[in-house]
């Protein structure tokens, strides 16, 4: 059993920067990825970036070069740097960690202000 809890989400100016943070506990040692998804209103849930145990990073096209995701020296702990935001940005940020099976956290508002 993975728990993961995310912080950082609020209101932001477009144009502004966030960094979402989050913390996993429980069996940690079987996670192979931890990722970030966001799900707008009316929308399906979408992959935004993803990191494995490795290293490997993975991004969604309407997020390059803007996001940045890095994982904590502990490996328990998953970061979304977001930068340059824009209103199609405003989604309720999900973290997820991949052990064989997927846990999810509650999520955390982001509102990104025109």
């Known amino acids: 059993q993975v728990q993961l809890v995310e912080s950082g989400g609020g209101l932001v100016q477009a144009g502004g920067s966030l960094r979402l943070s989050c913390v996993a506990s429980?069996?940690?040692?079987?996670?192979?990825?931890m990722s970030w998804h966001r799900q707008a209103p009316g929308k399906q849930r979408e992959l935004v970036a993803s990191?494995?145990?490795?290293?490997?990073?993975n991004y969604a096209d309407s997020v390059k070069g803007r996001f940045t995701v890095s994982r904590g020296n502990a490996k328990n702990t998953v970061y979304l740097q977001m930068n340059s935001v824009e209103p199609e940005d405003t989604a309720v940020y999900y973290c997820s960690a991949y052990t064989g099976f997927k846990y999810w956290g509650q999520g955390t508002q982001v509102t990104v202000s025109s």
């Open positions: 990191m494995s145990s490795g290293g490997i990073t």
């Open positions: 429980g069996s940690i040692s079987s996670i192979y990825t």
